[in-house]
């Protein structure tokens, strides 16, 4: 069984590492994952991404189901890595050190 609302079951294997709760863990997992994981994790959800805010728009964020707060979640770990694999690639972990400097402590998406 998966994880995910029908559509989105491709992404079941990146749940583990990256549907995670909070802004800060979204950060740490970018930070702790190689480059082949971001790079492999941006692949499988670009084509998706699109379709996945699609689907979660459609449904105010109360009536959530599981399937759907997870889709959000990587949702949201996908704006936290889309950044490393497309702009700065290789050279994201060079820049990591300004991401430790100026940590994310909180945010809206956390709230929910």
Do not use: C
Not at 72 to 96: F, K
């Amino acid at each position: 069984m998966s994880a995910l609302p029908e559509g989105f079951v491709t992404l079941d294997p990146y749940v583990a590492d990256w549907a995670v709760a909070s802004a800060d863990a979204r950060d740490a997992a970018r930070s702790k994952q190689p480059i082949a994981a971001r790079q492999a994790f941006h692949a499988a959800m670009e084509p998706l991404i699109a379709s996945a805010l699609d689907h979660l728009d459609a449904i105010p964020l109360s009536a959530h189901s599981p399937a759907d707060h997870t889709l959000m979640l990587l949702a949201l770990s996908y704006a936290h890595i889309a950044p490393s694999v497309a702009v700065l690639g290789a050279d994201d972990d060079r820049h990591a050190i300004y991401r430790r400097r100026l940590p994310i402590t909180r945010a809206t998406a956390d709230e929910n």
